[in-house]
């Protein structure tokens, strides 16, 4: 009784955060505020808008203007006009408008919607926050508003860089920038989402001392890569010289296959500690093997040393040997990766890549447009997950979820007539036989988080 009780609680609130995105008036509201719509005589609706640049292009991303039109006669049959009249509207007021949807889609992604069971190694930490980016090639026309990086890359790119709670399946931040912007100046992008105990993963790209420092000062934590161009020293005097690394470990811990140290890294001497995974020879074969074959990509020399670091998993983090053993660090740090494949579900199911267009307004409409229908999918996918793992036993399989929302225009009509109540009925009813993970012997990365499970058990890190 207690769990139908939350199961009917947890609903109620998906329901109550998709009929907020999409209230036909509020959209209005904005439309009119953003001057997408000036004129009470316009035929089209800003909910029409936003149906026609999120549900609408999931089967088709790469339509045409005339295609556009034909959609949002079906949409709205008395929004019927022409490619032309369409092409004048989607100008920059429309490029507002859909940012503004987006902010307030964003805004229900602030309260989770479901309590999660803790997560074994995880437990100590009020969220999980990954943050990574992926890049989108754009038309070469697109190079002024866009740039890319040029050469044997797309001359235009635009890169969405992600910040995400992976325990509660939230949104917090979605930002856009031409391809050639680096992580790294968005690594103190995460310190304004920060609160008490929360725990911070991010790739190489991401690394700044200063970051980790304010993260500390958050009274936060972080797990990273290590990497090769920090200096490591054993001591906080300034001094002290840094270490050669790889050759320090192997004279001092020729047979360890997990060393933890305390260690400060770069000028600054921030303290933290390093955990040195000592990784199996076919790993680092095909570790080398990658970096060998991209250097020649790019007509670079990799250095010994270069070639010696790869023979280690290197990760450092503020978080105590007390919470974490050093056999379960960079078991933890898989949880990345949860990124990286949702990004790839979003390229091959969502086409969040397929950007048709050369106008820069056309190409950002449809870039948050596709935001919109993103955060839509994690508010339901966050209740999916929910009722899967803590009833179930299961875990849900994104991309069946996300091609059973497309199936038979279940997503688009829910938004299109507010039923999301019936939605929700159906994929409680579709979830135990058609949208979980196929069970298997090899564990998980999360049941390996859940049982402390050390880092080389059961899988290999890449």
């Known amino acids: 009784m207690k769990l139908k009780h939350q199961m009917n609680r947890y609903a109620s609130k998906v329901k109550g955060k998709l009929t907020t995105i999409f209230d036909p008036e509020h959209l209005e509201t904005l439309a009119r505020q953003s001057q997408f719509i000036q004129r009470s005589s316009s035929k089209m609706a800003g909910k029409d808008f936003v149906e026609l640049m999120t549900t609408e ?3 088709e991303p790469a339509v045409s203007l005339e295609g556009l039109c034909d959609l949002l006669v079906d949409l709205n049959p008395q929004a019927e006009m022409s490619p032309q009249a369409l092409h004048q509207r989607i100008n920059p007021h429309a490029v507002t408008y859909l940012q503004e949807v987006v902010q ?3 805004r229900q992604q602030l309260e989770p ?4 069971l803790p997560l074994g190694a995880l437990a100590p930490f009020g969220r999980v926050l990954l943050e990574d980016s992926t890049q989108c090639r754009l038309h070469e026309k697109l190079a002024a508003t866009f740039k890319g990086s040029g050469g044997s890359a797309s001359p235009a790119a635009v890169k969405i860089d992600l910040i995400y709670d992976v325990l509660h399946h939230s949104l917090l931040e979605m930002h856009l920038s031409d391809g050639t912007a680096a992580d790294q100046g968005r690594a103190l992008a995460i310190i304004p989402h920060l609160r008490s105990d929360d725990l911070v993963l991010r790739d190489l790209g991401y690394l700044s001392l200063e970051s980790l420092r304010q993260i500390e000062a958050q009274d936060a934590w972080y797990l990273s890569r290590l990497s090769k161009g920090v200096d490591v020293y054993l001591e906080a005097d300034a001094q002290a010289p840094a270490l050669v690394f790889i050759e320090h470990l192997e004279r001092y811990y020729p047979d360890d296959h997990v060393i933890d140290l305390p260690v400060y890294i770069g000028h600054e001497r921030v303290p933290c500690r390093l955990l040195a995974y000592r990784l199996p020879n076919p790993v ?3 570790r080398r093997r990658k970096a060998l074959e991209e250097a020649r990509k790019k007509g670079r020399q990799l250095s010994p040393e270069y070639l010696d670091w790869l023979s280690f998993g290197l990760y ?3 978080v105590s040997q007390q919470v974490w053993p050093p056999k379960v660090v960079g078991t933890i740090y898989r949880l990345r990766w ?5 990004f790839r579900n979003w390229k091959s199911l969502l086409n969040i890549n397929v950007l048709k267009g050369t106008r820069p ?19 339901i996918s966050s209740y999916a997950s929910w009722y899967a793992e803590d009833y179930l036993q299961r875990e849900l399989s994104l991309p069946k979820l996300i091609n059973w929302l497309k199936r038979k225009n279940r997503l688009a009509n829910a938004m299109h007539g507010g039923t999301f109540e019936a939605l929700l009925r159906n994929l409680r009813r579709a979830l135990p036989k058609l949208l979980c993970k196929q069970k298997r012997k090899r564990r998980t990365s999360r049941q390996l988080i859940e049982e402390h499970g050390a880092y080389m058990e059961d899988a290999l890190a890449a």
């Open 57 to 59: 292009l999931i089967e």
């Open 361 to 379: 307004e056309r190409i950002k409409c449809i870039i948050y447009g596709r935001l919109i229908t993103i955060i839509m999918l994690a508010i």
């Open 316 to 318: 450092i983090t503020n």
């Open 104 to 106: 307030l889609a964003l």
């Open 338 to 342: 949860q990124v990286e494949l949702t």
């Open 113 to 116: 919607v479901c309590n999660r």
């Open 284 to 286: 680092v074969q095909e």
